[in-house]
């Protein structure tokens, strides 16, 4: 070979190497300088789709390998656990999903993540890039994580005191109190009285529980069509608030002693269904399963007057619907406070307590749950509408 095409062949392997050792350190360079960014969803959420599907893809097309993104689903235990840790870190949302946590930030809804996640990348990339989102994990003093902490503070309260009232309503009331006085007329023993209020109020809650997670799956399709779901939202919040002003006018009602003439009980057509599916389940041989049944058909019967305080919960519950597990445990909570007043009932009758006597025991009572139904009424309407 000779000296010239020695010196050629030797420049070019040069050129070659340089241009191998430049894109290296440009890829490495890059690589160090991405910017890295949680993305939270829910397979359900219509703005979710729109998120993940149109505007992350574009402004994958345009970052190119400067972006990265992990997406999250909400509805797996782990993923809103690690949410619920970064808003630990971060702030609480309150329009999730979509969420996304970036850098220092975190964008909550989809309206937020639209305006500002292109500014966010371009001040991130300008700064060099930023590394995952760290999620801090910390447990409170008695070994729970955030998220249980937040499920146990968040809404409770409300569902134990929603429960409460719902089951002690004048709708299941006075059912319970017509079913053991009609139980002591049959002569039915105060045994038999224990045994059959168990079955029955065992099967209340599962009819009254598969009610409302029907209502709540039907709730969580609705939230793809955002208007019609936020259209039917507002109506279930304007129920809410008219019946709270119908709860106060009974309680004028009752105050007044004029207890039957109260507006928010069963219709007398339902009343007599009622009376008729106990009157006729009581008499089966069979204890167990005409007790079952009978439990079952009140339930349903019983759920155009109950369903006032349940509906409206379930419709608050949808905001949690992006971890279901979370929300079915709420309304199991719901339905375990609903038939503690049965419970109750039931547990007073065999100890002796006379149909008359609890028939005064709700009548002096009747007054204040009004009042307080009127109380959450309000207060679910301004959580809906608001």
């Not at 894109?23 to 979710?48: G, I």
């Not at 969420?99 to 220092?104: H, L, P, Q």
Request: a positive charge.
């Amino acid at each position: 070979m000779s000296p010239d095409k020695k010196s050629r062949f030797l420049l070019i392997l040069s050129l070659a190497a340089l241009q191998i050792s430049f894109f290296s350190y440009k890829t490495e360079a890059s690589d160090d300088s991405a910017v890295r960014m949680f993305y939270f969803y829910s397979r359900d959420c219509m703005d979710c789709r729109e998120i993940k599907e149109n505007l992350i893809p574009d402004l994958n097309k345009k970052y190119d390998f400067r972006l990265e993104v992990r997406y999250l689903e909400i509805n797996e235990p782990e993923n809103y656990k690690l949410q619920s840790e970064l808003e630990k870190k971060y702030h609480l949302l309150k329009n999730p999903p979509p969420a996304i946590f970036i850098g220092n930030n975190a964008l909550d809804g989809e309206r937020e993540i639209k305006e500002k996640l292109e500014g966010l990348i371009e001040y991130y990339l300008a700064a060099g890039g930023c590394d995952w989102p760290e999620a801090a994990i910390q447990k409170t003093a008695d070994g729970r994580a955030p998220y249980l902490e937040k499920f146990r503070d968040l809404r409770i309260p409300v569902i134990i005191g929603a429960g409460l009232l719902d089951g002690l309503n004048p709708c299941a009331f006075s059912t319970i109190i017509f079913l053991v006085s009609y139980l002591t007329l049959i002569g039915r023993k105060n045994r038999d009285i224990l045994f059959v209020g168990s079955v029955f109020t065992f099967a209340v809650f599962i009819t009254y529980f598969f009610i409302g997670l029907g209502l709540f799956e039907f709730i969580r399709i609705l939230k793809i069509f955002p208007v019609l779901s936020k259209a039917v939202s507002l109506s279930i919040g304007a129920l809410a608030a008219l019946l709270g002003v119908l709860s106060l006018y009974d309680y004028y009602k009752i105050r007044k002693g004029r207890l039957n003439e109260i507006v928010l009980q069963l219709p007398a057509v339902l009343k007599n269904k009622i009376h008729s599916a106990i009157r006729g389940e009581s008499r089966m041989r069979n204890f167990v399963l005409g007790s079952f049944i009978m439990g079952s058909l009140v339930a349903l019967l019983e759920f155009p007057c109950t369903g006032q305080v349940y509906l409206p919960i379930i419709f608050v519950l949808r905001n949690m619907s992006e971890f279901r597990p979370l929300a079915v445990s709420y309304l199991m909570l719901y339905n375990l406070m609903f038939i503690l007043p049965l419970i109750l009932v039931f547990f007073l009758a065999y100890e002796g307590a006379s149909t008359q006597r609890l028939i005064e025991l709700m009548r002096a009572n009747a007054g204040k749950v009004n009042i307080f139904t009127a109380i959450l009424f309000f207060s679910l309407a301004a959580i809906l509408i608001i």
